[in-house]
């Protein structure tokens, strides 16, 4: 049985910083790793994907600010968040796939996702 279980969410002052992980288990040979958000009334999107040739894709309101990085001994991925704000507040998911990193970047095409975990940043 496939798992991904994130980790790292919590409150935090804006300016401030989280780190987020995502463990996955169960499946090998993933090939692109991502994180998403949503907020309640909005689509989940994309926040920062990153494949296994090293390939990134970043939403443009967290370039500069984010820095995805995944351990592939570990299976998990990370997602360093600096400079936080207000608007980053959302319920982030991750997402992998052993599918293509096309797929995965153009169409948001992942195999498993996780359960989601609480980002909230105070004002």
């Known amino acids: 049985q496939v798992q991904l279980v994130e980790s790292g969410g919590g409150v935090v002052q804006a300016g401030g910083s989280l780190r987020l992980s995502c463990a996955a288990s169960?499946?090998?040979?993933?090939?692109?790793l991502g994180w998403y958000r949503q907020t309640p009334g909005k689509q989940r999107e994309l926040v920062a994907a990153l494949a296994a040739g090293g390939s990134t894709n970043y939403a443009n309101s967290v370039k500069e600010r984010f820095t995805i990085s995944r351990d592939n001994t570990k299976n998990t991925v990370y997602l360093q968040m600096n400079s936080l704000k207000p608007e980053d507040t959302a319920v982030y998911y991750c997402?992998?796939?052993?599918?293509?990193?096309?797929?995965?970047?153009?169409?948001?095409?992942?195999?498993?996702w996780g359960q989601g975990t609480q980002v909230t940043v105070s004002s």
């Open positions: 169960g499946v090998d040979n993933l090939n692109v």
């Open positions: 997402a992998a796939t052993q599918g293509s990193a096309y797929e995965a970047f153009v169409n948001h095409k992942y195999d498993y």
